[in-house]
DNA sequence: AAGTGACTCAACCGCGTAACC
DNA sequence: AGGTTACGCGGTTGAGTCACT
């Protein structure tokens, strides 16, 4: 326990960097790696502590790092991720290869958050925040058990970015990233890192599988033990949830979303064409049938839909989407595929984002 | 043009914890 | 096993910039 005192030092500058002292931390970085973040400071000729230093390499000079304006498509990872794993952005920045952690907070406070908010969004449980005119008979069972299901995502998705975090650093020295670029590796540690990477949806897919198949082959006996090492919920209530969980609704992407113009045009979605207006008129938000449990998505869509976009065509899943439609009522069937829409989005997020190979 | 309030984002602070001795 | 050090994370701050009056 106890605190670096690596700030404590006296003489240490303080406050926004030049580009001297930004020439010389990238220099001899690229040269040596960072090595020791406390010692570098002294190794470079830099009047900074090692803390500094690292928050500037990472989140700054970073090569890999990209600026500039979140595309309509980051903005709606960044909010169902956040859905899922709260405000863990170092795992949310994980699945958002190239922005920093430090970024995706910033932007999900200055904008994203008040956007929610103006909607009547509860940015921190994403769910509207008169919650119960959302609220029909069994469906806070639900919720309840998407946020359970979350709750062990997240567990995973923390493991992997920990996976992640590991590689870069194991990767960390110039020697390491010329093995890398020759591209042999030769190293075991270089091989583990590659398949890592490339693994990581497969294991993915097969663990949410598991899952459902486990809590759909109940098939509402109540056989099995299908409780997560986290669950608290009952068995019956995750039946209930899970039946055909995963199973792939044809895509609802009817519309299109011009891809050249995704930027500016759905930004003005989400802005309403004139102005405010659309992000205050809940009223017709309400007026269609929005589950509280998978508000998220819906919210996300509705923002684009209105021109006959729908956000889920990068998102949607591929032809091995199993159709489970139709069984249920007109309302049910909306936040059945609602739900599954959301989580498979959030897959195929997990899937699609993993990090590019680490550079350093 | 000047004043002012809102907004943005780089950087700092403090805590938790892994790693090391 | 317990103490110390170093690192990484999330929350917060404040200087710079922008927009409006």
């Not at 809590?215 to 949830?241: A, F, M, R, V």
């Amino acid at each position: 326990m106890g605190r670096s005192p690596c700030c404590d030092k006296v003489g240490l500058k303080k406050g926004p960097w030049t580009p001297e002292e930004d020439q010389k931390l990238l220099a001899y970085i690229e040269e040596h790696g960072h090595g020791s973040w406390r010692a570098l400071p002294a190794k470079a000729g830099l009047q900074r502590c090692g803390k500094s230093c690292r928050l500037r390499w990472t989140n700054y000079l970073r090569p890999d790092i990209k600026r500039g304006k979140f595309t309509l498509q980051e903005e709606q990872t960044i909010i169902q991720l956040h859905a899922l794993l709260g405000n863990r952005w170092s795992a949310i920045a994980t699945h958002l290869s190239k922005r920093t952690d430090n970024e995706i907070k910033n932007y999900w406070n200055t904008h994203l958050k008040k956007r929610l908010t103006k909607m009547g969004i509860d940015p921190v449980s994403h769910k509207p925040k008169n919650d119960t005119l959302f609220c029909r008979d069994g469906q806070s069972k639900s919720v309840a058990n998407l946020s359970h299901m979350a709750q062990w995502e997240s567990a995973r998705l923390e493991a992997e970015a920990r996976l992640v975090k590991q590689s870069r650093l194991r990767c960390s020295s110039p020697t390491e990233k010329m093995v890398r670029s020759v591209g042999e590796s030769s190293s075991a540690s270089n091989y583990k890192l590659t398949t890592h990477v490339s693994e990581a949806p497969d294991r993915c897919l097969d663990i949410l599988k598991a899952w459902n198949r486990v809590c759909g082959n109940k098939d509402g006996n109540g056989n099995g033990d299908s409780e997560s090492p986290t669950s608290t919920i009952s068995t019956t209530g995750l039946t209930e949830c899970s039946t055909n969980f995963f199973e792939l609704v044809a895509g609802n992407s009817s519309g299109s979303c011009d891809n050249e113009n995704i930027g500016e045009e759905c930004e003005e979605e989400w802005k309403g064409k004139d102005g405010n207006q659309k992000a205050n008129s809940i009223p017709d938000f309400k007026g269609i049938s929005v589950p509280s449990g998978n508000f998220v998505e819906s919210f996300t869509d509705l923002l684009l839909s209105s021109s006959g976009t729908s956000s889920h065509q990068n998102l949607q899943a591929d032809g091995d989407s199993n159709v489970a439609l139709g069984s249920s009522s007109v309302n049910n069937s909306c936040y059945d595929d609602n739900n599954k829409n959301y989580w498979n989005n959030i897959l195929d997020l997990v899937n699609s984002s993993l990090p590019d190979p680490p550079l350093f």
